[in-house]
C-alpha cells in the first residue's frame, strides 16, 4: 500500500468521521423519501404488512389510475391549480424581486436602507403568521375564496427582494451601466437587456424557492379557499388523508400515499432540470 | 367521523378572537353566510370536509324550496377547517352552519364564535338522547344539533381468546384485568389489550367512569382531571402497566395493527369509527374478529363512554339562526339523509329514531358476520350522562395525549399525568381570560 498519500494517512479518522455524518444525513432525509416511493406501489393491506422499507404486492400502476380517476378526476385539477399558484406567484415575484433589487442595489435615493432594512425585517416573518391577518384583510376586499386571494400573497417574497439585491450589487458592474446610459440606452433598457442577463442565477434561484413556498403552502389555501376545485393539491391530499376509514366515501391509505408521491414529482423535475442555475445562484451571493 | 384536536394555530387564533372579538365585528362585507334577499329563498352557506355532506345538502334542497343550502368543502377541522371558521367568524363572514366536532364546540364557544339557536330547538331536542344533547349544549345555551356519536366497545379476535382460555369476553374492567394476566402469563409476548397514547380515548374511559373533565357553573368553567374519580380510572390502568400487562403502541399507529395481525394483541377498546379502520388495516384474523360491550364498572348497572362524534353547528353573525336550525335538524333526523349519511360518510348517527335505520342491520364478515352495530345500538342508550368538553382541548389532549405516551413505556405514572394536565388546563383557561374553578 505504499501509493496511499501522505494527506491520507495523516487524516484518515477526520474523513471517516465526516464521511459517516454525511452518511448518517443523506439516511435522514433519503429514507423518508425512499419510504414513500415504496409506500405508493403497495396495496392499501400491504402497507401494514411486511418491510416498510422494501417492496411488497406492486400496484403502483392500479394506484395512479385511482389517484387520477377518483371524484371525477379532482386529482388532476388540484395539481392544475397548484401549478397556477406556483408558476403565476413565484413568476410575477421573480420579476418583483428582480426590479426592487437591481433599484435597491444600483440607485442612490432617500430611504434606501430603511426600505432595504423593512424588507430584511420581512424575511424574518414567519409566513403563516402572516395567514390570519391576510384573510381579514381579502375578506374586506372580497377576493376571499377567489384565485387572487392565493395568487397575490405568492407574488411577495422579502427573500427574492433580499437575495436580487445582494446578487445584484455583486454582480452587475457599474462601468456597465454606465456605457450603457452614455450610450443613450434609457434606465429600462439597461435592466432588461444588461442587469436582467447577469442576474439569471440569482433568478432562477429566487424563482426555484418562491415555487417550493408556494406548492407546498398549506395554511394560506385552507383559509382563503372554501372550495374544492380552487383548492391546490397540499389540501386536497390532506383533505383524502382525513377521509379514510368512513363509509364509501373513504379514500384507502394507499391511495392518498399515491397522490402524496405525485404531489412530489413536479418538485423534484423542477430542481432537476434548473439544478445548475440553482447552484449557481446559491454560491454566488455569498462569495463576492 | 372522528373529530381531534385543533392545531396549536387553531388554540392561538381561538385565544385572540377571544379576547378582541367586538360586537359589531359583522360591519365587515356582506356577510356571506346569510344573504336572503325577501322575494327568493333563504341562501345558508355550509362548511365541513365529510364525504356525502354534499348529498344530503343536494336532497333538502329539492325537498325545501324556502331554503338553499350551499356547501362548501373545507379542510378537515384539525387540519385548519376549525382555524378557518374561526377565522370567518372573526372577518364578519362566517358561514351560518358548519361542522365542528363536540370536543371542539365549547373553545367555539368560548371564542364567541356561535349563535345561540336554543329557542328553534324545542322539536328537535326529544329526538336525540340526553348525553347527546349536552354535546351541544353548553351553560344552558344549544349552538347545534347533533350528527353522530361513538359510543366504545371491545373489538377482539374470537380464536385468540378461545386459544388463551377465554370464553366469554370481560364484561366487567375486573374480568378485562384477569384475562390481561391470563393472556400474558400463558404466552409472555401476547396483551390483551393496548395502552395508547390517544387522549380522547383515554377520555372515553374516563366518561364512562363518570369522571368528568369539566364542568360550567354560571360563567366559571370546572376543572376537575385529578378528581377522585379520575384517579380510580388512572389507578386501574396503572396497575395494569405496573404488571406489564398491556403493549404500549402509539394509538393508530401501523405498528400497534402489525401486532394486531400477528396475534400479539388480542383486542382493542375502542370507538364504532374504529371498526372500519381495523377491518382496512389488520387483514389477519379477517372473520376471526368480532365486537362485545366495553367491560363496565358495575355489572349491575352498566354504563358506557364515547369517543368522538360531531354536530352541525351555528356561527356567529347567521342572521337565520331559524332557518339554520330547521336544516341542522332535518340533516340528522331524516330518514333518507341518515340513510345517506351512514352509507357515504360512515357516521353513527346522533338521533335515537335513526338507530333502527336498515343500513346499521348490515352483517359485517370481517367480524365473523356479525351485525357490530346492534351491539353500539344497546350502549348508546346507556352512555354516561353528564359528560362536558372544555374550551381548552387542543392544549388538554396535547398535553395528556404526550403524558399517555410516557405512562404507557413507564416514564410516569398516570395519576401524576393528571395532576399535570389539570394544573396546565386551568393555567391555559387563564390564559384565555376564562374564570375558572379547580373542582
Redesign the interface.
Known sequence: MSTVTTQDRHRPASRWLVLGVLLVASVYFLAPVWWLLVASTKT??G???GN?FWFGDFALFDNLKQVFTRQDGIYGEWLANSALYAVGGAGVSTLISALAGYALAKYRFRGRELTFNGVLAAVLVPQ?LLA?PL??MF??L?L??TVWAVLLPGMVSPFGVYLARIYAAASVPDEIIEAGRIDGAGELRIFATIALRVMAPALVTIFLFQFVSIWTN??LP??ML???HLQPVT?GV??WQ?????????V??NIVVAAAMVSAVPLVILFLSLQRFWRAGLTAGSTK | ??ARSTSP?AAA?AIATASTLLAGCSS??DSTGSKGSASGPVALDF?G????YDQVVDRFNRSHPNIRVTF?????G????Y??ML??A????A?CLAQVGYETLPSFAAAGALTDITKYTADAKPQFADWTWRQVTIADHTYGIPVDTAPMALYYRKDLFAKYGITTPPATWEEYAADAAKVHAADPSAYLGNFGNDAYNYAGLAWQAGAKWFGTSGDTWQVSLDSAANRKVAGYWQDLLDKKLLKADPSYD?SL??DM?DGKILSDVNAV?AA??IA?????GAGQWAVAPMPVWDAGNPVYGNDGGSATAVLKGCTHAKEAAEFATWMSTDADSVAD???????YPAATSALANPALAQPDPFYGGQVVFDVFKAESAHITTDWQWGPTMTQTSTDLGDGLGKAGTGGSILPNVLADVQGKTVAGLKQQGLSVSAG
Not at chain 2, 49 to 52: E, F, N, S, T, V
Open positions: 392499501s393491506s402497507l401494514f404488512s416498510g403563516p390570519v384573510y381579514l375578506s374586506q372580497h376571499v375564496n398549506y395554511l385552507v383559509l372554501a372550495d374544492d389540501v390532506v383533505g382525513a377521509q379514510r376509514a368512513l363509509g364509501s366515501g373513504a384507502p391509505l | 367521523m372522528k394555530l387564533i365587515a362585507g362548511w370536509w365529510a364525504p356525502g362548501a368543502k373545507t379542510a378537515s384539525t387540519k385548519g377547517g382555524t378557518k377565522t370567518a372573526k372577518a364578519g363572514n358561514p401501523p395493527y402489525s395481525a369509527w372500519p379502520i382496512s388495516s389488520v387483514k389477519s349519511l351512514i352509507k357515504v360518510t360512515g357516521i
